[in-house]
Nanobody
């Protein structure tokens, strides 16, 4: 069983930066994939960024060049560095870890970008 706790969300002006953290209660070393998703009001949850086995990273087109996903296995933590934030980046950001046939979700952290 893995528990995930996100932090780092908040209110920021457009053009600003935030770094989200996702701390796992168990080891993430063997996770197949670790990612960040977001859900804006009235919209479906969407993938923002993911690290696949090893260190292969993929990003949504809307965040390429602005967001960076990274992991620290020693700290069992996944990060999402978000730069040049836009109002359309507003939403609840969720951390997800996939390990074998299991998928774990955090409780989410709110990110609000004002124009």
């Amino acid at each position: 069983q893995v528990q995930l706790v996100e932090s780092g969300g908040g209110l920021v002006q457009a053009g600003g930066s935030l770094r989200l953290s996702c701390a796992a209660s168990g080891s993430i070393f063997s996770a197949n994939a670790m990612g960040w998703y977001r859900q804006a009001p009235g919209k479906q949850r969407e993938l923002v960024a993911v690290i696949i086995s090893g260190n292969l990273k993929r990003y949504a087109d809307s965040v390429k060049g602005r967001f960076t996903i990274s992991r620290d296995n020693a700290k069992n933590t996944v990060y999402l560095q978000m730069n040049s934030l836009k109002p359309e980046d507003t939403g609840v950001y969720y951390c997800n870890v996939a390990a074998g046939s299991y998928s774990y979700w955090g409780q989410g952290t709110q990110v609000t970008v004002s124009s």
